[in-house]
């Protein structure tokens, strides 16, 4: 039931980001959020420049709608610590994009938030998802898949936390940054979660 509701989630989340895709991308090219793309990129991205940006914010909405309204349909009355959390990870690392790209449109500074102004704020999302994992009692071992092993990590399984929301949320800014455009590689990755 689990898998069916997850399919059913993930196939609303892409339906609603279909529909408010038409409403989002022609404000924010009104707004003039225009992605600009770097000089030292190649020729063949330079055509993609003024392409709106903060499209991130389509997914945001899709996610966090669909995600709330099926705890809401499929467990209800049963509201989740993590599932909170994971929120919290998706709304603090969209707020630190948003930022990054509002200060590069609207105030016109092509780099956005410096790099030590995203890691620290990265770091401290880590931090306060593991935080409060520890204060939930969290179990703190890692399993490999299909088998009976376990591997303890006590105050190791933080560092993985960090590792894993700061290295994944900079590798997709990474991959971003190459031509100032997350669809194409955010599809390919949605697509293998899916």
């Given at each position: ?67 709330l ?21 998706l ?53 490999l ?13 933080g ?36």
């Amino acid at each position: 039931m689990n898998d069916y509701i997850l399919l059913i989630t993930m196939a609303l989340s892409f339906a609603l980001t279909v529909v408010i895709s038409p409403i989002i991308i022609p404000y924010l090219r009104r707004l003039k959020f225009g992605q600009a793309i770097r000089e030292e990129g190649p020729e063949s991205h330079q055509k993609k420049s003024g392409t709106p940006t903060m499209g991130g914010v389509m997914i945001i909405i899709s996610v966090l709608v669909t995600t709330l309204c099926a705890s809401y349909w499929f467990t209800p009355g049963s509201s989740s610590v993590h599932l909170f959390l994971v929120l919290f990870v998706l709304l603090g690392y969209g707020l630190l994009g948003f930022l990054d790209d509002y200060i590069k449109v609207a105030l016109k500074r092509n780099l956005g938030l410096t790099s030590k102004q995203k890691m620290a704020g990265q770091i401290i999302i880590a931090l306060v998802v593991y935080i409060i994992l520890e204060r939930t009692g969290f179990p703190t071992f890692i399993t490999l898949p299909g088998t009976s092993f376990e591997l303890e990590l006590g105050w190791g399984y933080g560092l993985l936390i960090l590792f894993m929301l700061v290295g994944g949320s900079n590798a997709v800014n990474l991959t971003d940054g190459l031509d100032g455009l997350l669809a194409g590689t955010a599809a390919i990755a949605f697509g293998a979660f899916a």
